[in-house]
């Protein structure tokens, strides 16, 4: 399954993005040869488990020129690089503690020639910025995520929608989310028609402030 799986939910792309989004599997392939960052069965489905499911948070979110976005956790680059080709013209964060996984996401930013893209080798609470809005896949359970990101996002918002988190997951989230109840679930299966997708959701987790 390649790149078309993305033209086919979105079709309105530019010659640019099409070409960037066909660039991808050939770039990931190589680097992975060299430093694993996907198991293999991903790599031979890399725009059904990783590039598609990462969009999966624009059928939900689209983001404004000039919003800033932060990618915890990003690994390889997911969901941050398929979202920054997606929305050239907002600004991507992308931040992991592990420092092979920031060079093959240096080495595929340079390879797509992104230039809304800025790779960062540190721990989430060392940053020392904020954010429009903050995603990522899974990396822990939701209040270890909250903890981890407060005071990371701005408080002016841009969007009809506030900012906060909108977080890729699968599975029944009842137990994790039960101290949430402004949390809203969006079943990416409402958007696309795999069967991977079944169990697969967006979690938006708004921000309260306090002031």
């Known amino acids: ?111 797509l020639q992104l230039q809304n893209v800025t790779p960062i080798n540190s721990r989430v609470e060392e940053l020392n910025a904020q954010f429009d809005f903050i995603v990522s896949r899974a990396v822990a359970a939701m209040p270890t995520f909250v903890h981890w990101v407060k005071g990371r996002i701005k408080k002016e918002s841009v969007h009809e929608r506030r900012n906060g988190i909108l977080y890729l997951k699968g599975g029944d989230l009842s137990e994790e989310l039960k101290d949430y109840r402004n ?5 990416l299966s409402d958007y696309f028609t795999e069967e991977f997708y079944d169990t697969k959701k967006v979690v938006y987790l708004p921000m309260k402030f306090k002031g």
């Open 1 to 111: 399954m390649k790149a078309e799986i993305v033209f086919k939910y979105f079709p309105n792309l530019s010659d640019n993005q099409q070409h960037q989004f066909v660039q991808l599997e050939e770039l990931y392939k190589d680097w992975n040869l060299k430093i694993n960052v996907v198991s293999r069965k991903d790599i031979e489905e890399l725009y059904l488990r990783h590039v598609l499911h990462s969009l999966g948070i624009a059928k939900v979110q689209s983001f404004k020129p000039g919003s800033e976005i932060l990618d915890v956790g990003t690994g390889g680059g997911f969901p941050g690089i398929p979202l920054a080709i997606l929305f050239p013209e907002s600004k991507f964060t992308l931040v992991d503690s592990i420092g092979k996984k920031i060079k093959v996401v240096e080495e595929v930013v340079e390879g």
């Open 183 to 187: 949390a809203e679930i969006f079943e």
